[in-house]
Structures are given as C-alpha cells and as structure tokens.
C-alpha cells in the first residue's frame, strides 16, 4: 500500500472524500518539535516530587523497576508506531481500535480515553496552582486566595497557544522539554562532581520535612549499604509497579502527534526508538544521581504522609539553597507541559469523535479553524478543564472527583489492552505492511505487554488507596464497555465513520 493510499483511506475513514482536504489538520510540528515533544512526554511532575516516596518504598530497586516498566511501555510505543506508521493521517491511535476491535470497542476506547485526559487535565491544573503557590511561598508571598485566578490564567494561556496554530504547540513544549531536561542534566552532574570530589555535607533542614537529614557523604556506598530487592517486603515492591507505571502515563502522546507531523514515516520510528535511551538517562540515570547523594533508606515520610523532593534535596545538599524555587519552577513547567499536552491531546480526540459522530450536537466539534486546528473541540475540552476551582471549592463534589481522577488512571490500563490486541488484529489482517515499521517478534511481545498491563491492574487492589479505583475501573468496564459493544453489534467499523 502506497503513502498515498493511505491518505486517501484515511480520509474516507474520516468521513470524507478522497479529495477533501478542507477539513484536515495542518501538519505544521518538525522533527525538533517531535523529538523534544516524545522526551517532554517522558518527564511528568511525578519523577520530581513523586520519586522521593517511590526510593523509600523499594530502594535502590525501585531503578530495576523504572526499567523493566520502561521496557513494556516502549513495547506499547512500538505497537502504536507501527500501526501510526502504516496510516499517518490518523488523528489518534484510538482509530484503530474501532477499525480492528469493532465500533464498540472504539467508541469505548474514544470516549474513554477523552474523558480520562479531562479528568487528567483538571487534576494537572489543580497542580499548576498549587506548585504556583508554593513557588511564591518561597519568597514570602502568600498568593493562596488568588489560586482559581492563577489556574483559570494558566489555562487560558495554553489555551490561546493550542488555539494559534500547532507550530506554536510544538514550541511550547520544546522549550518545556528544555527546561526539564536542564535539570535533570544539572542534577546528574551535581551528583557525579559531588561523587568525584567526595564530598562531605552536613545535617540538613530540608524545605517542608519534619525532620534534619543526618550528615553524609557523596558516594557508591550510598547505594549498596543495606541493599535488598524488597527492603520493605514484598508487597511494597509489588505496589512500586504501579508507582512507576503511573509516572509513564501518557508517553503514548507522541503518537496522537503524527497526523500534525510534516514528514511523519522519517520522524516516527526516531522518536519511538529513542524512548529506552530518554528513560535511561532521565529516569534510571536523575534516580541514581540522587542516591548517590541521598542514602535511600534516610527518605522519611512528612507527618502529612508527603514526601520532600529528592531534586531539592541533593542542590541543597551540595549547599544550594535557593535550589527549592529552582525546583518548584521547573515542576510548574512540567505540569503545564503536561497540562498543554492534555489539552491539545483533548481536542484531538474530541475532534476525531465529532467528526465521526452522527450526532448534531457533536458534529460542529468535528471542524478545523482557518488556522487548521480543531479549534471548537480545544475551547469545548478547556471549559471542562476549567471546572476544577469549582470542583475543589466544593468539599462533597472534590472527594467524589478524587475517587474518579484516581479510576481514570486504572481506565486508561483497558485502552492500553484493547489497543495491544488491535495490534495483533492488524498483523493477522491484509493491511499489514511487512515493509513498515515492524514490532519485533509480536507474538511474544504484544502478548508479554498485555499479561504486564493485567499485572499492573491486579496491583491496584493490593492497596487500600488504589482499591477503589480499581473497582470503579470495572465498572466503567462492564456498563460503559457493555453498553458500547451492544449498541453496535452487528455493525462494520465503517458504519461508525460514516
């Protein structure tokens, strides 16, 4: 099949002639753009604030976690490439699904998958106003009353950027990425300087800890001393997969990129084959880097049951004490790239369901701007967003959305399966394109994918806190999933795209 063959399905598939190219997205993002955009979708807010709790639950075992969790999802990557790489027009990897599950399976994987990045999105948005705060907090301003103004500000701005055209997306988020990046770059060589000179510190009060981090040194021993697999029993190594698997959320996003991509069978494979060196160096290498430093047994809860983050920890360590507004500055850059991120992934899907839909309130959501973005499906997906200063105002509907904003995450675990098992559709199916972008040995790997994203499931009712999300993810199954098939059955995937 040819590139322009594809093209051409791709449109029928859209709901649109061969020959319509009026309602089609621009493909104004580079490969710089792209590139930058897959790391910037590897580094969220949690490797920040979050690995702080992730070291005191395992170790330093918790770097053999990161890396086998890295490894299945570069494996989901490399499915979503391959089927992105043989039909590039589409706006999002949910496509297929429908195509090679069924109608029902693809509307319930599309609504789904939309309705998770919103409930995402408010909880990102949340984030940005309290990290803002806190920022500000260092330097004596307390701004927790102006926290809804400074939230609705945030997502305006991004709004406006999603709304000018997906080039000025693709430079947010490299300049995003840049800001991450240096960090973490400046963490690991803090870290090897401090361990080449052997450098001695002294007891600590870290910014938000209860308690004085004892006196130490920088070095190896700081790693192997006490070294177990499961220091705090098995149970807890177990739950860490679920930690870590959650800090890769959304690395998926790179794909849902294509469609917008100038040139997108060169930039694809290159993105998606550099996943397992971005998790190495950003992840395996900032962990390593900071228990090099911070001895990883000495990683204490707050009495609230937070964690300190370990990046302000070893800058302060190495005697940098304006490193906590460093920090806190750059996770306010992570949580609004994730947030632009969300946002523009939104409207995508949102704009692919509409456009899909036979419905009349849906289908004015399915038309790109003079601009050639989805516009309508964008402002539609930011009102929602924008819901969440109102939804923490109010404390009866703020605990029922934390139970919803935790079983979202345990939701998208059942688009990472169904999208798996499209996957295997597509390779037994005609469409598939042995001169492609192939998955090595898919047998193996497609189905090793499947069984560890069932794992990860069967994590969540190890712990109380995760139990529930992990019942309301079956439910969601079962009546949304149930209703989806039945209300298509019987139908060809192309009845829905028509």
Request: aromatic share 14%.
């Amino acid at each position: 099949m040819t590139e322009s063959d594809n093209g051409e399905n791709a449109n029928m598939a859209s709901g649109g002639s061969a020959g319509e190219e009026t309602n089609q997205l621009e493909r104004g993002l580079s490969n710089r753009h792209v590139q930058f955009i897959a790391i910037g979708g590897t580094i969220g807010t949690g490797l920040f604030l979050g690995s702080g709790k992730s070291i005191a639950l395992t170790g330093p075992s918790i770097i053999l976690v990161y890396i086998l969790v890295g490894v299945m999802m570069f494996l989901l990557m490399r499915a979503i490439g391959e089927l992105m790489y043989h039909d590039p027009d589409q706006h999002t990897f949910i496509n297929f699904i429908g195509r090679y599950l069924g109608p029902g399976w693809g509307h319930f994987a599309g609504w789904t998958y939309w309705i998770v990045l919103i409930l995402m999105g408010l909880s990102e948005i949340t984030a940005v106003g309290t990290y803002f705060v806190t920022f500000f907090d260092t330097f004596g301003y307390d701004l927790r009353k102006w926290q809804p103004l400074i939230e609705v500000c945030f997502l305006a701005v991004l709004a406006i950027i999603n709304l000018i055209a997906v080039k000025a997306f693709g430079e947010t988020e490299f300049w995003f990425s840049m800001i991450k990046i240096t960090l973490i770059v400046c963490l690991i060589v803090t870290a090897l300087v401090m361990v080449f000179l052997g450098y001695h510190y002294p007891a600590v009060q870290i910014h938000g800890v209860d308690h004085v981090s004892p006196a130490g040194h920088a070095g190896f021993d700081n790693i192997v001393s006490g070294l177990s697999m499961a220091p705090n029993g098995w149970l807890a190594f177990l739950m860490s997969f679920q930690m870590v698997f959650f800090a890769y959320e959304m690395i998926e996003f790179v794909g849902v990129t294509v469609s917008e991509t100038k040139n997108p069978r060169k930039v694809l494979p290159k993105a998606i084959n550099e996943i397992i060196m971005r998790i190495l160096i950003f992840y395996v290498g900032a962990l390593v880097a900071i228990m090099l430093i911070v001895p990883w047994h000495t990683f204490k809860p707050n009495k609230d049951g937070s964690f300190a983050s370990p990046f302000i920890m070893v800058f302060q360590y190495a005697g940098l004490n304006w490193a906590s507004a460093l920090v806190f500055f750059v996770v306010i850059t992570a949580a609004s790239s994730a947030l632009n991120s969300l946002l523009y992934s939104a409207g995508r899907h949102l704009f692919q369901l509409a456009e899909v839909s036979s419905s009349s309130v849906l289908r004015p959501l399915g038309v790109v701007s003079k601009r050639k973005v989805p516009a309508r499906a964008i402002v539609v997906s930011a009102c929602f967003i924008l819901l969440s200063p109102i939804i923490n105002a109010i404390p009866q509907i703020s605990n029922v959305f934390v139970l919803f904003s935790s079983a979202s995450s345990a939701v998208i675990i059942f688009v990472y399966v169904l999208t798996m098992i499209a996957h295997q559709r597509y390779r037994q199916s005609a469409d598939f394109d042995a001169d492609g972008f192939v998955m090595p040995a898919y047998k193996f790997t497609n189905t090793l994918t499947i069984i560890f994203f069932v794992f990860i499931y069967v994590t969540l009712f190890l712990s109380s806190d995760t139990r529930g999300s992990a019942i309301a993810g079956l439910i969601w199954l079962v009546l949304f999933g149930g209703y989806s098939v039945i209300r298509y059955r019987g139908k060809e995937a192309v009845d829905l795209l028509n």
